[in-house]
Each structure stands twice: as C-alpha cells, then as structure tokens.
C-alpha cells in the first residue's frame, strides 16, 4: 500500500463550482497534514495545514482531515482559472520523521 | 526577505560523473531539506539537515548525499550519475528540524542526464 495516495487526475471542475481534492495516507501515528499547491513549471508552497479532526477553513480553501479512516481533503469554493495546478497532499511520518508526498491531483477549472 | 536560493538552476551531465548543488535557505531558518521530483515518482523527500547534522533520510542509495555548513547553507551530491537521477532538485528550508508548516521551497535545479 502506498503510503500517500492521491486521484491523479486531471479533475476538471467549472469556474465558481466547488473542487473537492482527496488524500489517504498509511501511517496511523501521522499528526500532521498538508496541502501544498504546484503550479506548472514553479516550486510547490504550502496552502493548508491541519492536525485535529474536522474542518479548518481559510479564505476559500477548507481542509478536512478524517484520522479514523485516514483520509485529508482539501476543498476550494468559486474555484476560479488561477486555482488551475497540482495539489500535493504531505504527510510527516510519526516514526522517522521524514515527510511524504502523495504524487499530486492536476486540478483544471474551466473558465 | 530574501527566498530560497539554489544554483545552479540547470545542469546537464553525462552517465558516471558527479555533481553538487547548492541552496541557501531563508534568513533565519536552520533546517534545509532536499526533493527529488520526477513525473514517474512525483514528490520524494531525500534528506533534512539541520545544525549541520543529517536528522533523517529518505530511500535513496547512498550515492545521494548532503551537508550543511554553520551558516545553514546545504549542498547535495550525487556521485556515479545514472540516467533515472534526471530531475528537479528542490531544497526547502524550515525554521527548525520537522518543522513542515514553516516549509518554504526554493526554484529548483533542473538536471538531465545524458
């Protein structure tokens, strides 16, 4: 099983709908979570972060983490075409310490 | 303030050499981690440093390694080159060891094997 998993895509989703991004993740032990945002050709930064269950909500972004079945998502509100990149889902394992990134969900909002 | 740095931005080398890349981290932050990214295996943590010490490593041959010096610059070398090393080498830097919400990546070396 693959430690973070990610629906590669591409998700195409109509400018102003909601675009709803999904992560799972292995580790049990894992406490914190992390949405970064890839644009093509450009570095990935960081979005969201969360560490309890439920929502946390910033701006348009909302991150929901579910630790019970292992799962993180990041929905974004009145996508817009600038929201078009990959979102990277990261997970810092409780063991070693180093962090994993799921391979990325190429989201594309059409105008 | 000042973003992170890593140089060279392009490399080109053939199978068997070696090569070393650079980055500076943001003023202030002491832990430095480098990334392999590929588009076969997307995002792959390699190793953090911090107080020029290796705090943990990813699954990478030991043909990959790193170093940090006492100003908190961090350069990564790749010895033996094999055509799957070609890349983008991110470095990232963070205030302090494990700290991933402080994370702040630089632009990337781009490097083809040849």
């Known amino acids: 099983q693959k430690e973070v998993e990610q629906n590669s895509g591409p998700l195409s989703v109509p400018e102003g709908a909601i675009a709803s991004l999904n992560c799972t993740y292995s580790?049990?032990?894992?406490?914190?979570f992390f949405w970064y945002r890839q644009y093509s050709g450009k570095s990935p930064e960081l979005i969201m972060s969360?560490?309890?269950?439920g929502d946390k909500e910033d701006g348009r972004f909302t991150a929901q983490l579910n630790k019970a079945s292992q799962y993180v998502s990041l929905l974004i509100r009145d996508s817009q075409p600038s929201d078009s990149a990959t979102y990277l889902c990261?997970?810092?394992?409780?063991?070693?310490?180093?962090?994993?990134f799921g391979k990325g969900t190429r989201l594309h909002i059409l105008p | 303030k000042a973003g992170v740095t890593q140089t060279p931005r392009y490399l080109i080398k053939t199978r068997g050499q070696q090569v070393t890349l650079s980055c500076s981290p943001i003023s202030g932050h002491r832990s430095v981690s480098w990334y392999q990214q590929t588009p076969g295996q997307g995002l792959q943590f390699l190793f953090e440093?911090?107080?020029?010490?290796?705090?943990n490593k990813g699954n990478f041959p030991g043909r990959f390694s790193g170093r940090q010096f006492s100003n908190s610059r961090s350069e990564m070398n790749v010895s033996t080159l094999e055509l799957g090393d070609s890349a983008l080498y991110l470095c990232?830097?963070?205030?302090?060891?494990?700290?991933?919400?402080?994370?702040?990546f630089g632009p990337g070396t781009r490097l083809l094997v040849l």
């Open positions: 990232a830097s963070s205030l302090d060891w494990g700290q991933w919400e402080t994370q702040y």
């Open positions: 440093y911090f107080s020029e010490t290796q705090r």
């Open positions: 969360i560490y309890s269950n």
């Open positions: 990261a997970v810092p394992g409780r063991k070693d310490d180093k962090i994993i």
């Open positions: 580790d049990r032990g894992s406490q914190s």
